[in-house]
């Protein structure tokens, strides 16, 4: 638990309670004025969320996913075929990560967790393209943008 104060423009003061409230799981906004009266002092305080529906499962997400040679293949032949000091895309990125999190699934299973470190540092990377600063288990959210990947392909 931890408690956040804002300060902001009273006309955006529904959008940042509205983005506080899907953010985290918040207790009540209080809202008072700043000393001068331009402004609104916000605080509340606040928890991560805890993991939902929109979190898949391992299972969930990697359903529909090509075999792990598939994802080794091509993950292979994107690097090959691009230059030196070239930036790659987020796709590759999304599914380097996923199939290091699906490597990583098969040694935990075993009771091997070398892979896992490996698996979390691409995921990591991801969510640092995507949103940095954003505060969630790593690997669940590659899971949740893989499988939406997937459907959105079909």
């Not at 983005?19 to 207790?27: E, I, N, Q, W």
């Not at 008072?32 to 916000?42: A, K």
């Not at 969630?136 to 990947?149: E, G, I, K």
Request: hydrophobic letters at 35%.
């Amino acid at each position: 638990m931890f408690e956040i104060r804002v300060i902001c423009d009273p006309s955006d003061t529904d959008r940042v309670v509205a983005a506080l409230d899907s953010t985290f799981t918040t207790g009540t906004v209080t809202v008072y004025p700043t000393r001068d009266r331009t402004r609104n002092r916000l605080y509340v305080r606040a928890d991560h969320r805890t993991v939902s529906e929109s979190w898949p499962t391992p299972e969930q997400a990697y359903a529909n996913a090509p075999s792990l040679n598939s994802e080794i293949g091509w993950t292979a032949r994107t690097l090959a075929t691009a230059e030196c000091f070239t930036e790659l895309g987020r796709e590759f990125y999304l599914r380097k990560a996923a199939l290091l999190d699906r490597i990583a699934l098969y040694g935990e299973s075993d009771g091997f967790h070398d892979d896992t470190e490996t698996a979390v540092a691409a995921a990591l990377f991801l969510l640092d393209i995507d949103q940095p600063g954003v505060i969630c288990d790593p690997r669940a959210y590659v899971r949740q943008q893989y499988a939406r990947s997937l459907t959105a392909d079909q």
